[in-house]
């Protein structure tokens, strides 16, 4: 799903008394709490992929207070932090929602046994219905791609997976001009598969030939690379959530597979199973209630593994897929499949916010996909704060 940079505004004001935080367009975002008292506020407002912006002060070993900003809906507005002498902090905040609903779609082929349709990356409008399928690029470049997705700006990235025999990098395409610029980026991946980009345009990569999964730093032009967790046997979905934790749907190459956590508080060497019951999880999604939805080609159905549950609890949703490879969510509830050897991209209808027990399942793309392999939204799962900026007045 997409999300925007993030960036980080911070301000050190000396307080008097108790402070008083408002927001100017609730309809926009909110604060809370409405009052706090402490005696040194730090102002560290950051938006992780498209989840909660959290206003933190500096603790000067007396008092602290925590303020969080919750985006709601497309805007402007301003949080405001004032104290009882006229002191001020002020965070100017932009809500954007993504500009469209479009899906973006891998696939794979042709192949001898009549299987596959003209390999590439593809965008379903959802201008009409989701009717029209434009060619973003079938080019040699993506021969056999496996995983794409966007970041804010709407630029994708492409797992190039079976380019160059799977000596294939990280494929960036530029929305400024239409897509028509591809970057390489990156270099030593294996069969590169899944990718997510974070608030901060990393790029987080299932490195399957290596059984890895890897960070790539934009700072320097993703040169800089570095593994994340271990223990994956052939890991192939990756997803983050709000906060930075990176779900993993690892397929187990030739054994049976699972769905990960990479944990990011600690530096990412936190691994954690999620769920059970799994064959060959591939695509993974997660949506702004950090519940993760799993493309498990090997048992041929989409799940829902619960965060309410502490992640035990797996639904089963919808029926009739075979081998799905890819998942993603919007911020509806609806969940879209790559059902691979059903030659289908597909939609799920939530109902209320989430996939009923028998849902409403519709195709996209009018017929033209012959395996699908991966998808992923224009819109991501929540509103994003997507800019913020601050200054401070002292008090007197």
């Known amino acids: 799903?997409?999300?925007?940079?993030?960036?980080?505004?911070?301000?050190?004001?000396?307080?008097?008394?108790?402070?008083?935080?408002?927001?100017?367009?609730?309809?926009?975002?909110?604060?809370?709490?409405s009052t706090a008292s402490p005696s040194i506020l730090k102002v560290n407002a950051r938006q992780a992929f498209a989840a909660l912006a959290t206003v933190k002060p500096f603790d000067n070993g007396t008092k602290s207070a925590t303020f969080t900003v919750?985006?709601?809906?497309?805007?402007?507005?301003?949080?405001?932090?004032?104290?009882?002498?006229?002191?001020?902090?002020?965070?100017?905040?932009?809500?954007?929602?993504?500009?469209?609903?479009?899906?973006?779609?891998?696939?794979?082929?042709?192949?001898?046994?009549?299987t596959g349709g003209v390999p590439g990356v593809y965008e379903i409008l959802a201008a009409g219905g989701y009717t029209t399928v434009n060619t973003i690029n079938s080019g040699p470049l993506f021969t056999e791609p496996l995983g794409v997705s966007l970041d804010g700006s709407g630029n994708l990235f492409v797992g190039g997976y079976g380019y160059n025999g799977g000596n294939a990098p990280v494929f960036e395409l530029l929305a400024a001009g239409g897509y028509t610029t591809v970057n390489s980026l990156?270099?030593?991946?294996?069969?590169?598969?899944?990718?997510?980009?974070?608030?901060?345009?990393?790029?987080?990569?299932?490195?399957?030939?290596?059984?890895?999964?890897?960070?790539?730093?934009?700072?320097?032009?993703?040169t800089t690379i570095t593994p994340i967790?271990?223990?994956?046997?052939?890991?192939?979905?990756?997803?983050?959530?709000?906060?930075?934790?990176?779900?993993?749907g690892d397929s187990g190459g030739g054994s049976t597979g699972a769905v990960y956590e990479i944990v990011a508080a600690g530096g990412y060497t936190n691994v954690k199973t999620l769920g059970s019951g799994f064959a060959h999880p591939y695509g993974v999604a997660v949506d702004g209630n950090d519940n993760v939805y799993v493309a498990d080609t090997g048992t041929s159905a989409v799940y829902e593994i619960t965060a309410a549950s502490g992640y035990t609890a797996v639904n089963t949703l919808g029926s009739g897929f075979l081998n799905p490879e890819g998942v993603a969510v919007d911020g509806s509830g609806n969940v879209y499949v790559a059902d691979s050897n059903n030659n289908a991209v597909k939609e799920m209808l939530a109902v209320g916010g989430s996939i009923p027990a028998s849902p409403t399942i519709v195709s996209l793309g009018s017929g033209f996909f012959n395996f699908p392999t991966a998808i992923a939204l224009q819109n991501p799962a929540v509103p994003s704060i997507m800019r913020y900026h601050g200054k401070t007045r002292k008090s007197r």
């Open 229 to 248: 967790g271990s223990g994956f046997a052939y890991p192939i979905g990756v997803a983050l959530d709000a906060t930075g934790n990176v779900f993993v």
């Open 186 to 222: 990156g270099s030593g991946f294996y069969a590169p598969a899944g990718v997510a980009p974070d608030a901060n345009d990393n790029v987080f990569v299932a490195d399957s030939g290596n059984h890895q999964v890897k960070e790539m730093f934009a700072a320097g032009g993703y």
């Open 70 to 114: 919750t985006p709601v809906g497309a805007g402007n507005c301003t949080i405001t932090i004032t104290d009882k002498k006229g002191g001020t902090a002020t965070v100017a905040v932009t809500v954007i929602l993504s500009p469209g609903g479009n899906v973006y779609v891998t696939q794979w082929g042709p192949y001898a046994n009549g």
């Open 1 to 33: 799903m997409g999300s925007a940079n993030a960036k980080i505004f911070t301000a050190t004001i000396q307080f008097a008394g108790n402070l008083t935080a408002t927001s100017s367009n609730t309809a926009c975002a909110t604060v809370s709490p």
